[in-house]
């Protein structure tokens, strides 16, 4: 799944390409596109058609396109496993895979959504909040994310402390911090030295400090490198594809060398992924988070016996 960097990515390109476009028509190619839509195609169209795109905006992993100067409504994207946002020249080869194009009355390009999963898709939906702030309905539960000039550091440390769940698990909820995928967050690990799996209410105040400012280093060297790339299924805008994918150090490297010790890295199951680590320079905590959500409970260490 696209995370932070890639989205982020396609939002500057979006930005570049289709600010201040006015839609002329939307072709529904896939009804999956716009399940989210509740409305129907009809309805979807009639909110468009006439309307002028906005800069793009993006929390987290969502994307979207303020409609007109009241910016009342959003076109909202999210990309799901595979969805792209491509923009192209009207006249240019349907992709295999298109589910819906939107055209702009200058006729000089069209912005396509393609998705061979179907697990994303496109909705027009009211925005909520203060103007300068407003976010699409679907997007008021999502935290802010690392890159955020209004996240609040002090209160990412205060709530990761109050966790009762692993680090990796925390990182990748989403209402402690968004954007944060399975392949950033198993980086962000490795360059803060913390294991996946050290429960996030034993983090110091300074180990808490540590982790963010990793995951802000590895987020911004992926944006850098326009996101990471290991198949056709995440692009840019243009069609191009990220370079991040040169550069991971843990993620995807099982049995391959530690960049930093040369300690094979080790693969272990993750919520039906996996988690990539190195095992000398991140120790498996003695006692590990346990599996389940939030509220379950951190096991305190056993006491030990006195040696006769």
């Known amino acids: 799944m696209p995370e932070l960097p890639e989205v982020e990515t396609v939002r500057r390109g979006l930005e570049r390409s289709v600010t201040g476009r006015t839609v002329a028509r939307i072709e529904v190619c896939h009804p999956r596109a716009i399940r989210r839509h509740l409305a129907g195609p ?15 905006c993006r929390r987290g992993k969502y994307l979207w396109l303020p409609l007109g100067p009241d910016r009342t409504e959003a076109l909202v994207a999210h990309l799901g496993m595979s969805g792209q946002l491509l923009v192209c020249a009207p006249d240019s080869p349907a992709e295999a895979h298109l589910r819906a194009r939107i055209g702009f009355t200058d006729a000089e390009r069209e912005l396509r959504y393609v998705d061979q999963r179907t697990f994303g898709g496109l909705a027009v939906e009211p925005l909520v909040g203060d103007a300068a702030t407003a976010v699409p309905r679907a997007v008021a539960h999502i ?30 909820g989403q209402t402690l911090v968004s954007g944060i995928g399975n392949i950033y967050a198993d980086e962000a690990l490795w360059a803060a030295r913390l294991h996946w799996a050290r429960p996030a209410q034993s983090m110091t105040r300074p180990a808490a400090e540590r982790l963010l400012a990793a995951v802000r280093a590895v987020l911004a060297a992926a944006l850098a490198a326009g996101g990471t790339s ?27 060398p530690c960049p930093r010790c040369a300690t094979p890295i080790r693969r272990d199951p993750f919520m039906n ?36």
Do not use: H, I, W
């Open 230 to 256: 290991f198949d056709a299924l995440y692009v840019q805008v243009n069609g191009q594809s990220g370079a991040f994918d040169q550069s991971l150090n843990v993620y995807g490297r099982a049995g391959r």
């Open 273 to 308: 992924r996996s988690s990539f680590s190195c095992p000398r320079c991140q120790p498996r905590p003695r006692d590990p988070a346990p599996p389940g959500d939030d509220r379950a409970r951190v096991a305190k260490p056993a006491k030990r016996s006195a040696m006769p």
């Open 42 to 56: 009809d309805d979807l169209a009639g909110r468009l058609v006439g309307a002028t795109l906005a800069a793009a």
């Open 143 to 172: 935290a802010r994310d690392p890159m955020d000039p209004a996240f609040d550091e002090a209160a990412f440390v205060r709530t990761l402390r109050q966790r009762r769940t692993g680090l990796k698990r925390a990182l990748l």
